[in-house]
């Protein structure tokens, strides 16, 4: 029987935004200011299960960062309910979470802390991490000293290698020169490989999308519009998007018209 990993029910998430910081303070204490109210999710259901790799697609604005967010639990929903089973390892933000004054190794166990992992785990899997992020001497070096694609293959590395349960991508394969590229998509298939690890996916790119994932949700505005096989949501995505560039088509040719 299958079980369910990630469960998204009836979830709406809303922002209030504010003119300015000084709106934002006076509305504390006033409720006469009233903000605008922006749906960054509005009323979202999906179940992703065990070992399923999922592509989330859509435009800028569309939700997909959103969703991530709440999954890791940055932030959460307005309404709704999310369940998440499982270690959840996120490749978002790489160069985040690191003390400037500590050495490369010393934020090993710094951000496996972070992450909820036992330092007797930290320690077994530090010399795969090292060698991973192939840093050379730099490992002991401060991380203030590193250059931010050194910080991001050391977050790779780190976040790539704690054996997670559900692991989640956003844009990070991007990183470093090509070879290092190559080396990220290597780890990530070994990851998938056992069919035990759950993968979220967010990328522009269908061709690096269609080589990881078997599912693919589009989004936009806020909502679903389509959750089915990769390469029927890669055609999907790829006929909203020339259907929007053909809109701005005719936009301009209206403005020039005009």
Request: hydrophobic fraction near 40%; include cysteine.
């Amino acid at each position: 029987m299958s079980k369910a990993t990630i469960k998204f029910k009836n979830v709406t998430k809303q922002y209030k935004l504010y003119k300015n910081d000084k709106q934002r303070f006076r509305a504390i204490f006033s409720r006469r200011i009233k903000p605008k109210i922006k749906k960054a999710i509005d009323d979202v259901s999906f179940t992703i299960e065990k070992g399923e790799s999922v592509a989330l697609f859509g435009r800028n604005g569309a939700g997909k960062s959103t969703i991530l967010k709440m999954i890791t639990g940055v932030t959460y929903p307005t309404k709704g309910e999310i369940v998440v089973d499982g270690r959840v390892s996120a490749l978002l933000e790489l160069t985040a979470g690191f003390d400037p004054d500590f050495t490369g190794r010393e934020n090993i166990f710094f951000r496996g802390q972070l992450l909820g992992i036992e330092d007797a785990e930290i320690k077994a899997l530090e010399p795969e991490i090292i060698e991973f992020a192939d840093l050379g001497d730099y490992i002991d070096q401060p991380v203030r000293t590193y250059s931010s694609g050194m910080k991001a293959r050391l977050g790779f590395a780190i976040n790539a290698n704690i054996k997670p349960e559900i692991l989640i991508v956003d844009e990070a394969l991007s990183v470093g020169d090509k070879e290092f590229r190559l080396k990220c998509n290597r780890k990530i298939k070994d990851i998938l490989g056992d069919g035990e690890s759950t993968f979220l996916f967010v990328t522009h790119s269908t061709k690096v999308a269609k080589s990881f994932c078997k599912r693919g949700i589009v989004l936009k505005q806020g909502r679903i519009l389509f959750d089915g096989e990769i390469q029927d949501a890669i055609d999907f995505y790829e006929e909203l998007l020339e259907q929007a560039q053909e809109a701005r088509k005719r936009k301009g040719s209206k403005k020039v018209l005009g």
